[in-house]
């Protein structure tokens, strides 16, 4: 299975940018297409997607959420953080079955 | 709109079979996979199966022999029953759709069900 890699928190300032990274064991990338995607979770909440294919914006989902990256490494940015924005963050690579997700980034206010 | 949403018993004791409604509206089965994924406090998100917009399934290795996910297209609803819980099979429960293929995100989760498994 491809294991994905996240730091476990990362603590940022309200109006500043947030950078959350994502390391997979092999590359989730054919072709032009990048298997990786992201989502957000509240406290109580279901998963919601954000990006897809790691640069896709999902319907949606604020401007201020981006997403970068090809092979094994991937990047979701935030700028500028919101208070809204704090929660959970996880990649998921749809590259090779099974699908599997990172352990999440809490996002923090420092 | 697209929604999604489970029932399930929230309680099942050790050795029992946990079965899972997932009721949709919104959409057609016959368009999009259906993804179950779990969420534990051991092992975090894990995807479990799917069953494919034309009825066919594919599991995770991991819980292939003791998982069955089916449909009802007429009731706009798809199961999932598992055998032989563990306590460590306690957690969130979610059902999940995908576009209609087999590397596509899940771009809807239903609110999820608690499930306990314990004596």
């Known amino acids: 299975d491809i294991v994905l890699t996240q730091s476990p928190a990362l603590a940022v300032s309200l109006g500043q940018r947030a950078t959350i990274s994502c390391r997979a064991s092999q590359s989730v990338s054919i072709s032009r297409y990048n298997l990786m995607h992201w989502y957000q979770q509240k406290p109580g909440q279901q998963p919601k997607l954000l990006i897809y294919?790691?640069?896709n914006l999902a319907s949606g989902i604020p401007a201020r959420f981006s997403g970068s990256g090809s092979g094994t490494d991937f990047t979701l940015t935030i700028n500028p953080v919101q208070a809204d924005d704090i929660a959970t963050y996880y990649c998921q690579q749809s590259r090779e079955s099974p699908p599997t997700f990172g352990g999440g980034t809490k996002l923090e206010l420092k | 709109q697209v929604q999604l949403k489970e029932t399930g018993p929230g309680l099942v004791q050790p050795t029992q079979t946990l079965s899972i409604t997932c009721t949709v509206s919104?959409?057609?089965?016959?368009?999009?996979?259906m993804q179950w994924v779990r969420q534990t406090p051991g092992k975090g998100l894990e995807w479990m199966g799917f069953i494919r917009s034309g009825g066919s399934t594919e599991y995770n290795s991991e819980f292939k022999s003791r998982l069955s996910i089916s449909r009802d297209t007429s009731k706009n609803q798809v199961f999932l029953k598992m055998n032989s819980l563990k306590t460590e099979d306690t957690g969130v429960y979610y059902c999940?759709?995908?576009?209609?293929?087999?590397?596509?995100?899940?771009?809807?989760w239903g609110q999820g069900v608690m499930v306990t498994v314990s004596s």
């Open positions: 999940a759709r995908a576009w209609n293929y087999s590397s596509s995100p899940f771009d809807y």
């Open positions: 294919r790691a640069s």
């Open positions: 919104g959409f057609s089965l016959t368009s999009y996979y």
